[in-house]
């Protein structure tokens, strides 16, 4: 019990002022926050987490101006290779379009070709997805939505949990999810290599929080809090 208490005291007096970025309206990253908060907490930490453009939450945390983000997918490492990763999943994403249209059903990628469509700079797998199509590339989830709202697009390619939020947070009422899941991916929490002596601590605490279901009622919780379901 003691040397746990050494090591909590060490970990702590190099980590008092976590802050980790994260995307604005980015209902996955505010998902993902209420996991980190409380995974955070049980070791005696307190994080903040600073929300801004998709694309300059990764540059921000990969330049180690904040110490890590809230959470991404595996991948992100190959082209932001100052962030290391906290091998447990805390959250998932899942791919879905967005329409005024209730008749327009997108089932797959590939069905995204005949229509112009804008997403999110900074959403890794989608601009993957959508590669080589008529896209927009929008600095935010608002400017996306806004451009489906005012027709300058067919369809904006996000989170599904994102864009239930965004229509609940804004009064897109006109818009809705249409087709299916396009894909589904793990997320992970990132911290920049500066602060790697993290991992030890916070690793242990997300894979009890996991095997325990903890992770899973907190996303439940927060959705049903926010959304209503």
């Known amino acids: 019990m003691k040397l746990f208490s050494l090591i909590l005291l060490f970990f702590t007096s190099v980590t008092q002022a976590l802050t980790f970025s994260g995307g604005k309206d980015n209902m996955v990253h505010l ?4 996991v980190l908060q409380r995974a955070y907490t049980k070791v005696g930490l307190n994080p903040k987490f600073d929300y801004m453009a998709l694309q300059e939450s990764l540059i921000q945390a990969n330049s180690g101006r904040t110490d890590g983000e809230i959470s991404r997918i595996r991948k992100i490492t190959t082209k932001y ?5 906290v091998p447990v999943v805390i959250n998932y994403v899942e791919a879905i379009s967005f329409s005024k249209d209730p008749l327009v059903k997108i089932e797959k990628w590939s069905d995204l070709e005949s229509y112009k469509i804008a997403i999110v700079k900074g959403a890794k797998f989608i601009e993957k997805g959508t590669l080589g199509m008529d896209r927009v590339m929008a600095p ?14 067919d369809l904006v390619v996000t989170a599904k949990a994102t864009g239930l939020f965004m229509i609940y947070k804004y009064k897109y009422h006109n818009i809705k999810p249409v087709g299916s899941v396009l894909q589904r991916l793990d997320l992970f929490h990132f911290v920049n290599k500066k602060n790697v002596n993290l991992l030890p601590l916070i690793t242990p605490v997300l894979k009890e929080m996991s095997l325990s279901g903890e992770i899973r009622y907190i996303r439940g919780a927060y ?4 959304l209503g379901f």
Do not use: T, Y
């Open 140 to 153: 935010g989830f608002i400017d996306a939505f806004e451009l489906l709202q005012n027709n300058e697009v």
């Open 81 to 85: 290779p100052n962030l290391v990763e």
């Open 223 to 226: 959705l049903n809090k926010i």
């Open 31 to 34: 998902i993902s926050a209420e």
